[in-house]
C-alpha cells in the first residue's frame, strides 16, 4: 500500500503563488508516474499536472506556463509550483501516484484563489 499525504494549500490573492507538497510512504521504491488533479464544486476531476519516474513532465493546457510540477525522489515527494494564480484555479487539489496494476490518491488540499 501506498499513503499520500498533501499540503500547502490555502487562500490567496489573484496573480499570487502556492506550492503544494505530496509525501508518499509505505511501499514506494516502485512507483511510477505521480501527479496532481483538481476537482472543483459541480465538475469533474481533471488532470493538472504528472511526472514520471524519470522526470518527463505533462500539463494541462489551462496551467502550463504558470504550473511547475517536480519530484524528489530521495525525499518521496512531489511538488506543484503554482504561479499566477486565477480564480479559476480554485479546487481541491488531488495527488496520485501509479503503479502497475494500481492507482493511490491523497485527500485533497483545498487552494481558493479570491479575485
Known amino acids: 500500500q501506498v499513503q499520500l499525504v498533501e499540503s500547502g494549500g490555502g487562500l490567496v490573492q489573484a496573480g499570487g503563488s502556492l506550492r503544494l507538497s505530496c509525501l508518499a510512504s509505505?511501499?514506494?521504491?516502485?512507483?511510477?508516474?505521480m501527479g496532481w488533479y483538481r476537482q472543483a464544486p459541480g465538475k469533474q476531476r481533471e488532470l493538472v499536472a504528472t511526472?514520471?519516474?524519470?522526470?518527463?513532465?505533462n500539463y494541462a493546457g489551462s496551467v502550463k506556463d504558470r504550473f511547475t510540477i517536480s519530484r524528489d525522489n530521495a525525499k518521496n515527494t512531489v511538488f506543484l509550483q503554482m504561479n499566477s494564480l486565477e480564480p479559476e484555479d480554485s479546487a481541491l487539489y488531488y495527488c496520485?501516484?501509479?503503479?502497475?496494476?494500481?492507482?493511490?490518491w491523497g485527500q485533497g488540499t483545498q487552494v481558493t484563489v479570491s479575485s
Open positions: 496520485n501516484a501509479r503503479r502497475i496494476g494500481s492507482l493511490y
Open positions: 509505505g511501499r514506494i521504491f516502485d512507483l511510477g508516474t
Open positions: 511526472i514520471s519516474s524519470g522526470g518527463g513532465t
